[in-house]
Structures are given as C-alpha cells and as structure tokens.
C-alpha cells in the first residue's frame, strides 16, 4: 500500500518540511526560503504547502505527519536544567515556559490549524530527535549496512549517537547526554570568537587555518575530559548555557586570556589560535568515535548527521583516515534535516516499508533538489510581466557556452537552474559563479556583490570526472561537505604561504595567489569541494563541461546565491533582486539570460542593506 | 485557550519557578543531588551511555504526541516516574496547569539568539 508522509521540523533554528512516498523523496525546503528570513525557526507553512504542491496532493491524502522531535523530553531536560542551575534558572525557566511549554509542546495546534487535517494517522506523530537525524543519513545513503554518527548541539537529552543501520532499521545504540556537547563546545568558541552562535561556526571553521592550534592542549586539560572512545564530558565551571543565557562564563574568559570578542570587531591572532584549537579538538573527538562505532559495528560504511557534519574539515579527515571503505554525509545534516529524517523513519518505522537501493549504487537524494523549480514559461512570464529585458536561448549547448564564456572574461554570474537545493549550501541550482583562475575573482564577489570582506575563499564545484586532477580526493562530493587539499602539483608560493601564517591581518593575504585556481584555494591550500554528476544537475554539469571546453578547467567557483544575511534565493523574482541590488554581470533563469547592462535602472526607496540582519 | 500577556505569561512563569521549582532544587543542592554529571568522571572507562531503547517503534511514534494540556499532566507524571523523579511527577498537574495559562500557538517563535545555542 503506497504511503505519504510528511515530516516537520520547527522552532529551533532552520525550520523545514519534507514530503516522502513510498521511501522516494518528493519534496524538501527550508521555511527561510520562503519567508526570506534567514535560519526562520517558525512553523514553516510556506514549506509545508510547497511539499504538498510539488507531490500533487491535498493535506487529507498524507497518510501520517511527523514532527521530529519529542517536545515532552526537551522539557524534562530543560526542568532538570533549572533545577540544577538553581536561582539563576529562573531567567531559562521564564524564556523557556513560554515557548516550549507555551508554543512547542503543542505542535499539533499548529498542523491543524494550518492543514485542517492531522492526516490519517489522526494524530500528530514523533520522533526523537536524533532518531530523525540518523533516519536522514541513513536511508538516503547508498548502504544496504552502515555505522550511523549523529552529533549536534543537543536533541532532548542526546549530544550524540552512535549507532547501526541494515536494510530498513536503526539501531542507536549508545548517546552522549547533556551537557556534555561537541556541538555545544564547537558553539561556545563560536560565541567567544564573536560569531553567531548556530550559524556562525561554518565562519570559525573557515578561520582555523590562519591559526595554530595552541590552545589545543589546554582545552583538553581544562574544558573537557576525552576517552579513547571518543566520548566526551565537558568541566561545566567554564561554561555558561546551563545556567545564563550565553555559552560561556568568566572562568572561560580567564583561560583565554579576556572576554569575547566583540562581533564585526577585528579579528585577532587570539581568535585564530583558538578557532585553530578547537577545530583540532573536534577533529580528535570525531576521529576517536569513528574508530569506535567502526569497532563496535563492524560496518565497512558509515553515514553522518547532526549539525558538527557540517563541518566539512573534519568529514574530510575522518575519510583521508580510511577508517571506513566510504562515509556519506546527510546535505542538510542540521536541524532542517530532522524534517526529512522523521518522514522516512515514519516510512520503515512506523508503517514497515521495505527498502529500496539507491540507482545504480548511488544515494537517493537527487543531489538534494528536492525545492521549488520554475519551468521557462513561468520565467517568461515573470520577465514580461515586469517588462524585464532578456535573451532566450532555449539550445542548453549554445547557452552553456554562451555562459562559460563570459565567466572566462571574468564576469561573475547568477544561475538559477532547476529545483532548489534542500541543506545550506548552494549546489549550482541558485548560486553566483565566477572564474577560479582569476587572482581577482574573490575579491570581486567578496566586495561587489557579497559586500563582505571575508577571509573565506569560495568552493569550488568540479566536474565529477575531473576531481582527481584539482584536488587530493578520491570519490564523489556531491554536497560541498568533504574539504580536500588541492593537489601539490597545482600549488603555487607554497614557502611565502607558510610565513604568511602568522600575519595579524588575514585580509592581506586572503587574496594572494596559492594555486593555478586561486580563488578557492584556502590558506592551508584546502578547498571546499563540490563535484557535480550529469545524472543530478544536468545544466551545471554542462556549464562546466563548455567551460572546460573553453578553458581546459572544469571547475568553477561556486558562492550560494544571496547577499549577507540573506537566505538564498527561491524564486526568479529574489533572484533578480539580489541581481540588481549587486554587480553581478549576468544573470541565469533557466533559458533566459538578462544582461546588467540592458537592464534599466534600479531605484529603491529605502537601503535594502537594512533588511537583513548580518550574519 | 486564552488570552494572557505575554508580560503576563513570564510573570506566571517566573512565580512557578520561586514556588514550585527553587524549593525543589535547594533541597537538591543541600542534599548534593544532581540531575545530570556536571563535570569529569577519570575513574569512568566511558561516557557513552548504552541506550536502553535503541529503535524508534510505531508505539514510540505514537506515545510523544500530546494534544491538550489535560493529556500533559498523566504523560509528565508518567515520564518522571519512570526517570525517577516522584518529587517532579507530584507537580505534574501544576506544569500542566501552566501550559494552560501560556498556552499561545498564534505567537510566532522568537529569533535565533547570536549569544545561545537554541535548545528551549
């Protein structure tokens, strides 16, 4: 019997849906896509009606709805919290009453009141939380068997789990409870090096080749006791989370050297180190529990989830270690995912279904566009409605080379192709290209259109075939979640990019030359890769396929389409604001291309900089 | 279900706490009870916990969902008698009482904190 489930993740940070029939991935988007609020935590109607739209169906057709956490545990947690914070917990208690057991609590209300309907089911189905992250990198991976890691922040009392999946089932089989959190200590240095806490760290990853991990033995004598398991407790005498409303306190101030820094003020060698330290840390502690969930499987695969698999520097040493045959990463391994894992846990949990493999041995998860797409006649009628001036150019081949070689004159151009991606980064369905072999390519998208300095090079995105030749990476990346070093043999100034470790000022060296593809190529000549499959992004792939052609470089440099603060856009009508607010020279609608130069004048009557708060 | 400020709601939530709660967690503290390790254990071999229900069944599914505040009261009692916690599960009317009282699914959740990982 066919079934429909829709899951629902909600009120945490990164609110989404996902809709799955049958264990096929219909549809999955994130609320801020459609709100255009960035990291939108609210009960996310836009995309639980664009789930619905994109399978065809009414709300009485899903079979069940899932939510993909347990709101009743978070609050044993949170009561157990204040109880052990004391006075101080009253300040949690009084936030906490009113939105977990005012609003949470009562997710139902808000399936009903937005549906009308609880689906078949008649009721309001959960899960656990980190149940549903492991279900999201577990199901889609392309293993009949594999070792399941999740780790995050925290999902009711759970930190992290380690666990088996085979066939249709899920075994987790031990956790780490709070307070003891990677994801939690990750966050900490987050807030203490003056980055936003849940989305910052993707920054203070990016910051810790600058530094040198000098603190590394000092947070592992102070801050935290590691066993060679990889299991961790953390000295909660230097944190603030359980008893304030920030993540650290002053004794952590006192052990690095000050307070935090200030956000947007500069970044010091201070910060470096310690994003360095930290980053180093974490890598111990994943590495340690790779090694033990391998032992303790014996699975010759492993599959990760929970916000840390974002972090692409530590995915890409746990597979440099070879500890399992293959890892797969879950691309929305964050909380938005939960959404997608509570549907197919609900699938083969819940209603038994069997399990299919993935198409010739690869995942299910269609590259992750599994958002809204716009078909050239709805793109057409955008553009004349607005009386947008465009050039159609219905031919893929003619238009890819049209494309690729403006990008080799140095141009930097917005591509809208396809369904949107599911997860943060941006896959070549909404992104900003540019040439990486230009020494001002970073420059150019960093101050023209992102209006950032920032000490982060962009990714590259890398026909599939071609990997090998760029980058020191054996298979597939299809999620920009592996970093890899960029091969010896393109490296270039590699002795003047070892002393320039040690500047004060990482904008002066951000743009120097340290490959034949300067412009994502980091400090540490690293690169956050993306290949690209013809079977996943058939356009995208034949961009870098004429761009190649032109060039004899199939990669691009590939920046998620957005300005800062800004979630990426959605629809053709964000994506030729972003366009006209920023000095991009093209822009892509599917067949359609819009030039800047042809477009008229753009007048806005308030600063559109205002609207987004900063990331 | 009703209508009560939002100044009102923290107003509840904070007498709740100084009446029912502060009480509960001196006790605690006198009597060097903690709910959860708050620090490093060397003599521990580890601290992974073995998990007792290692698969998510469709009764999991199913024994979470809680509709109205009247179901609050037995799933709390319920839950901290299994967790060992009688002196919580007695309050459960009283927690459920006030989910009542700031009951407000029309409120749209508040922002994502740069300060606080979001975990309540």
């Given amino acids: 019997m066919s079934r429909t489930i829709l899951g ?77 914070a004391g006075e101080p917990g009253e300040d949690q208690f009084a936030k906490a009453a009113r939105s977990t057991l005012g609003v949470k609590l009562w997710a139902q209300d808000y399936v009903k009141s937005t549906l009308g309907t609880l689906g078949k089911a008649g009721k309001l189905l959960h899960a656990e939380h980190h149940m549903s992250h492991a279900a999201s990198a577990f199901y889609p991976s392309p293993y009949e068997e594999a070792a399941i890691i999740t780790v995050d922040g925290v999902g009711e009392w759970a930190t992290s789990t380690i666990g088996l999946g085979r066939g249709s089932d899920i075994d987790l089989l031990y956790q780490i409870n709070y307070p003891h959190s990677v994801g939690l200590l990750y966050s900490a240095f987050t807030y203490f090096c ?45 944190f603030g989370y359980i008893d304030s409303l920030v993540m650290t306190n002053p004794r952590f101030d006192e052990l690095f050297g000050g307070p935090p820094r200030k956000p947007e003020s500069p970044i010091t060698r201070r910060e470096m180190d310690l994003a360095a330290s930290i980053q180093a840390v974490t890598e111990e502690i994943l590495l340690r529990m790779a090694r033990f969930a391998r032992t303790e499987t014996g699975a010759r695969h492993c599959v990760f989830a929970g916000g840390v698999a974002l972090n692409c520097v530590a995915n890409g040493h746990v597979l440099r270690e070879k500890i399992f045959d293959d890892i797969w990463i879950q691309p929305a391994a964050g909380d938005a995912g939960g959404a997608l894992g509570a549907a197919l846990l609900a699938t083969y949990a819940y209603f038994n279904l069997p399990r299919a493999p993935g198409p010739g041995g690869r995942d299910r998860m269609h590259g992750s566009y599994l958002g809204p797409a716009f078909r050239p006649a709805e793109i057409r009628s955008f553009v004349e409605r607005r009386e947008i001036p465009y050039e159609c150019m219905p031919d893929t081949v003619q238009r890819s080379k049209r494309i690729a070689a ?38 150019t998208m960093n101050l023209k259109i992102k209006f950032r300095e920032s000490f982060r090079p962009f990714a590259p995105s890398c026909l599939v075939e071609d990997v090998g030749e760029y980058f020191e990476l054996e298979g597939e990346s299809p999620y920009m979640l592996l970093v890899a070093p960029v091969r010896e043999n393109r490296r270039q100034n590699v002795a003047e990019a070892e002393k320039q470790r040690d500047v004060e000022d990482m904008l002066q060296v951000i ?23 013809e079977s996943d992004q058939p356009m995208y792939y034949e961009l870098l396929r004429q761009f190649k052609a032109l060039t004899g470089y199939g990669v691009l440099v590939n920046s998620s389409f957005n300005v800062r603060g800004e979630p990426i856009v959605c629809t053709p009508q964000d994506a030729y604001l972003c366009f006209m607010r920023t000095e991009m020279d093209l822009l892509v609608l599917e067949d359609h291309l819009l030039w800047k130069t042809s477009q008229p004048a753009w007048v806005e009557k308030e600063d559109w900089r205002q609207t987004y708060e900063l990331d | 279900m009703n209508s009560t400020s939002q100044d009102e709601k923290e107003r509840l939530a904070r007498e709740f706490y100084a009446a029912r709660l502060l009480p509960l967690s001196r006790a605690a503290s006198a009597s060097g009870k903690h ?37 609050l009261a037995p799933a709390l009692a319920a839950l901290w008698q299994t967790t060992g916690n009688p ?34």
């Avoid at chain 1, 096929?24 to 939108?40: L, N, T, Y």
């Avoid at chain 1, 990008?407 to 540019?434: D, H, N, Q, T």
């Avoid at chain 1, 743009?511 to 499959?533: K, M, Y």
Wanted: proline share 6%; glycine share 6%; charged share 25%.
């Fill in chain 1, 194 to 238: 003056g980055f936003k806490v849940n989305s910052g760290e993707y920054k203070l990853m990016g910051l810790a080749p600058y530094g040198r991990p000098k603190y590394r033995q000092l947070i592992l004598d102070r801050l935290l006791d590691l066993k060679p398991d990889g299991s961790i407790r953390l000295n909660m005498e230097y």
């Fill in chain 1, 511 to 533: 743009n120097q030359v340290r490959s034949d593809i300067p412009a994502v190529t980091h400090v540490d000549f690293s690169a956050r890769v993306q290949t690209v499959h």
């Fill in chain 2, 35 to 71: 709910y959860f390790p708050l620090g490093p254990e060397p003599g521990l071999e580890t601290y992974y916990v073995r998990r007792a229900r290692t698969r998510w069944t469709a009764a999991d599914f199913e024994s979470q969902s809680v509709a109205t505040p009247e179901q």
């Fill in chain 1, 406 to 443: 403006t990008l080799a004159e140095g141009k930097v151009v917005g591509f809208l192709s396809g369904r949107m991606e599911f997860g943060p980064r941006a896959l070549g369905a909404r992104s900003i290209l540019g040439d990486p072999r230009r020494p001002d390519t970073q420059a």
């Fill in chain 2, 87 to 120: 002196e919580l599960a007695a309050l459960a009317p009283d927690f459920a009482a006030l989910a009542a009282r700031v009951y407000d699914v029309n409120t749209e959740a508040e922002g994502v904190t740069p300060f606080m990982y979001v975990m309540f």
């Fill in chain 1, 8 to 84: 629902i993740s909600a009120f945490y940070h990164d609110s989404a849906a996902a809709l799955v029939r049958d264990g096929e991935i219909v549809a999955a988007a994130q609320e801020e896509r459609f709100s255009r609020k960035k990291h939108d935590p609210r009960f996310p109607r836009a995309a639980i009606n664009y789930c619905l739209e994109e399978a065809f169906i009414e709300q009485d057709d899903l079979d069940a709805i899932v939510f993909y956490d347990s709101p009743l545990l978070t609050w044993d947690r949170i009561v157990k919290n204040c109880l052990e």
